[in-house]
């Protein structure tokens, strides 16, 4: 049973920094297929950081040079560090893993990583 667990969030003001965390379990971890992703409330779910399907790390334009994604094999744990937050990343953020056979709420991002397997979430908001 994959499990994957978040933490870190919380309330910042703008310009602050978090570092969210993910531990995974219940398989054997990938380094590739791993990602976070953000839901604002009226929102789709939208991919933030990925390691994609060759071990590349990928950023929606939104982010590029103020977040990192990050991932420790030896810990089972992906990482993302936040800096320079703004309100409009204001969001419930969850991290992800790849996932076979078209389990329903699989999300394919950035190119062929179907993330099927999603943590609890937890929630950043960034105060102005």
């Known amino acids: 049973q994959v499990q994957l667990v978040e933490s870190g969030g919380g309330s910042v003001q703008a310009g602050g920094s978090l570092r969210l965390s993910c531990a995974a379990s219940?398989?054997?971890?990938?380094?590739?297929?791993m990602g976070w992703f953000r839901q604002a409330p009226g929102k789709e779910r939208e991919g933030v950081a990925a390691?994609?399907?060759?071990?590349?790390?990928i950023y929606t334009d939104s982010v590029k040079g103020r977040f990192t994604i990050s991932q420790d094999n030896a810990k089972n744990t992906l990482y993302l560090q936040m800096n320079s937050l703004k309100p409009e990343d204001t969001a419930m953020y969850y991290c992800?893993?790849?996932?076979?056979?078209?389990?329903?709420?699989?999300?394919?991002?950035?190119?062929?990583?179907?993330?099927?397997?999603w943590g609890q979430g937890t929630q950043v908001t960034v105060s102005s």
């Open positions: 992800a893993s790849r996932s076979y056979g078209g389990r329903w709420g699989t999300i394919t991002w950035p190119g062929d990583c179907d993330f099927g397997y």
């Open positions: 219940g398989y054997t971890y990938s380094n590739y297929c």
């Open positions: 390691f994609d399907s060759d071990g590349t790390t």
